[in-house]
């Protein structure tokens, strides 16, 4: 069964604490991309990777860090740089990370700063 | 820069009415245009997506959405609503790479 899944879904953290994010996807594709989701504002893009071993920031990557050691894999850090890090954090992939390409979102993961 | 404006913030409908949300994008050039659906705390679902050729296109679920270059619109329209349609919907545009979303509507459903 082909899909992105993200664990945890529930994470709680403590301010200065560095918290990791999971995103694996089995659809073979080659462009990820984690975003952020605050009420009323949509989504807003972190980080994307079109590739193993390369990534770009997106509009508000700081505070955040990623890896694309594997191509099935690209965990998020919100690390306690991030000034406000409760959010609603969404990983998504595509099949080559173009224009035309539909992306493909995972349920989620619910981060909450104690 | 471009971006994305969904004026309707909330709305509400009855089951079996029909249903329009709005969706306007500043861009010079016709960008990739695309409608996603998000149940509470959950991802999101394409819907459907416009690249070009006919103006009205079908999704899944029995959503239409249409490509009106002259208003830079593509609304999401479907006939007869049903509660499971109850979600927040997302308009979507992407050009050269760089995908904005809009702020997303959420429906309301009444029996």
């Known amino acids: 069964d082909g899909g992105i899944t993200q664990s945890p879904k529930y994470l709680f953290r403590k301010e200065g604490q560095n918290v990791t994010l999971s995103c694996e996807q089995n659809?073979?594709?080659?462009?990820m991309y984690w975003y952020r989701q605050d009420p009323g504002q949509g989504l807003r893009l972190i980080y994307y990777?079109?590739?193993?071993?390369?990534?770009q920031k997106g509009d508000i990557a700081e505070g955040y860090s990623v890896s694309r050691e594997k191509k099935e894999s690209f965990p998020l850090t919100v690390t306690s740089a991030q000034k406000n890090p409760t959010a609603f954090y969404l990983c998504?992939?595509?099949?080559?990370?173009?224009?035309?390409?539909?992306?493909?979102f995972g349920p989620g993961t619910r981060l909450t700063v104690l | 820069a471009q971006s994305v404006t969904q004026p309707d913030i909330h709305i509400t409908v009855s089951e079996g009415a029909s249903l329009e949300l709005r969706c306007n994008y500043s861009y010079g050039a016709t960008p990739y245009l695309f409608w996603y659906v998000q149940s509470p705390g959950q991802g999101l679902q394409l819907l459907l997506k416009y690249f070009s050729g006919d103006t009205l296109v079908q999704g899944i679920k029995g959503f239409e959405a249409e490509f009106k270059r002259s208003q830079s619109s593509f609304n999401l329209r479907k006939p007869s609503v049903h509660w499971s349609d109850a979600a927040e919907y997302f308009c979507?545009?992407?050009?050269?790479?760089?995908?904005?979303f809009g702020a997303g509507t959420r429906l309301t459903v009444k029996p």
């Open positions: 998504a992939s595509s099949i080559y990370g173009t224009s035309t390409d539909t992306q493909y």
């Open positions: 979507a545009v992407n050009n050269n790479n760089d995908m904005r």
């Open positions: 659809l073979n594709h080659d462009a």
């Open positions: 990777s079109q590739i193993v071993n390369d990534f």
